[in-house]
């Protein structure tokens, strides 16, 4: 098993779930999915906010398969749906060569909706090390 810890209790995982997990935290996700899902297909067109979007289905080894919505134009994500979640990607920028959504709206039924947004983004930015060294003990 493994365990997954956030702003609860941690969580122990085993089996789908676990594998799920694994996939859902990968930093840059879009890099590994030939390893990540045994297929990927597009399904159809819908519309997502008045936009065509191909509909694209990832379905991984072990787990639940995720839709993703991709702007048959632009080409940009548009609308995930996961585990039951909805996921929204709105108000894309243009920084440093990249189209980073500046909102995301996400639904997760019996929890609520879920508004995202971010005010800045740097690419290369230059990080203290101090940032990265572990915290200082004390001892009692």
Request: aromatic residues 8%; proline residues 6%; glycine residues 10%.
């Amino acid at each position: 098993g493994g365990e997954v810890a956030s702003f609860g209790l941690p969580i122990t995982k085993y089996g789908d779930d676990l594998a799920e997990a694994g996939r859902t935290h990968i930093l840059y996700a879009i890099l590994e999915e030939k390893r990540l899902f045994k297929s990927i297909a597009i399904t159809g067109i819908e519309k997502v906010d008045g936009e065509d979007a191909y509909v694209l289905e990832k379905t991984p080894e072990k787990g639940l398969p995720i839709k993703e919505y991709l702007s048959t134009s632009r080409f940009l994500l548009l609308k995930t749906v996961a585990k039951g979640a909805t996921t929204t990607y709105h108000d894309y920028r243009n920084v440093g060569g990249l189209k980073i959504p500046f909102r995301t709206l996400t639904n997760v039924p019996g929890a609520g909706n879920i508004v995202t947004t971010v005010q800045k983004v740097k690419i290369d930015d230059e990080l203290p090390e101090s940032l990265f060294a572990p915290p200082a003990t004390t001892t009692p």
